[in-house]
């Protein structure tokens, strides 16, 4: 019978054994996964003067994240181009404390869920990625972490289902990558066979205040020795 997967993070003793149901899937992945980084970045326009604190003082840089460019008149972009170079939501993983269970389903939804395997995110094959941009120029990054519930992880939408005795878990990957200025690199994510594992945030029934958050002006340009630079940093306040 075909089936197919859901991941769920959390610690060894929190991982649901044998035969379960989403509702243990989700209590449990609840207390695995507590926090997401909001991650934006932003094109700088190129007759911007380059004063960060100017956008933060004017209201345009601000704790919610929004561009900061929004307001550029079409002049001064090319034609067609935007400012938001990414917009990620990066779930907050500590690899040495957390295990990833494997579950199958079959059957129609909810259908029947058991457990195929489980392991140490410490024990999955490393693999590095990138979030930033490669074409030199000035940018603005906008970060921002805030408390967040997650559902068990599933791969993306349209893939097709398999059998529960083909999952490889050597086909499993950690990624990595390195954010902003962090001086070491950080732990973004899983795929399983080349596919990134997607962890959907429930929504919160109302945002009662934004969360604190920090803009970055940095500059790309791979003839410099350190291609890399950061050329200001601004924590926000959030509004209220």
Do not use: K
Request: charged content about 20%.
């Amino acid at each position: 019978m075909a089936e197919s997967f859901l991941f769920l993070l959390a610690a060894a003793s929190d991982l649901p054994q044998g035969q379960v149901s989403l509702a243990d899937l989700a209590a449990a992945q609840a207390l695995g996964l507590d926090q997401v980084l909001a991650l934006r970045i932003f094109a700088c326009p190129p007759d911007w003067p380059g004063c960060l604190e100017t956008l933060v003082e004017d209201g345009l840089a601000h704790s919610g994240g929004a561009d900061p460019f929004a307001s550029v008149p079409p002049g001064g972009r090319q034609p067609g181009e935007r400012s938001l170079r990414c917009d990620a939501l990066v779930p907050v993983l500590d690899p040495a404390s957390l295990c990833l269970g494997v579950y199958a389903v079959s059957g129609p939804s909810p259908g029947q869920i058991h457990c195929l395997a489980y392991l140490p995110l410490a024990e999955i094959e490393n693999e590095t990625c990138w979030f930033y941009p490669t074409d030199n120029g000035n940018y603005l990054s906008w970060q921002s972490q805030r408390p967040r519930t997650f559902l068990p992880g599933r791969l993306p939408a349209g893939e097709p289902a398999s059998q529960a005795a083909e999952f490889q878990p050597e086909e499993l990957r950690l990624l990595w990558s390195l954010l902003a200025d962090d001086t070491a690199l950080t732990c973004v994510g899983l795929t399983y066979r080349g596919r990134r594992i997607e962890w959907s945030i429930q929504p919160l029934a109302r945002e009662s205040e934004e969360a604190a958050s920090v803009w970055t002006w940095f500059q790309l340009d791979d003839l410099n020795p350190q291609p890399w630079q950061r050329l200001d940093r601004i924590e926000t306040s959030p509004r209220r």
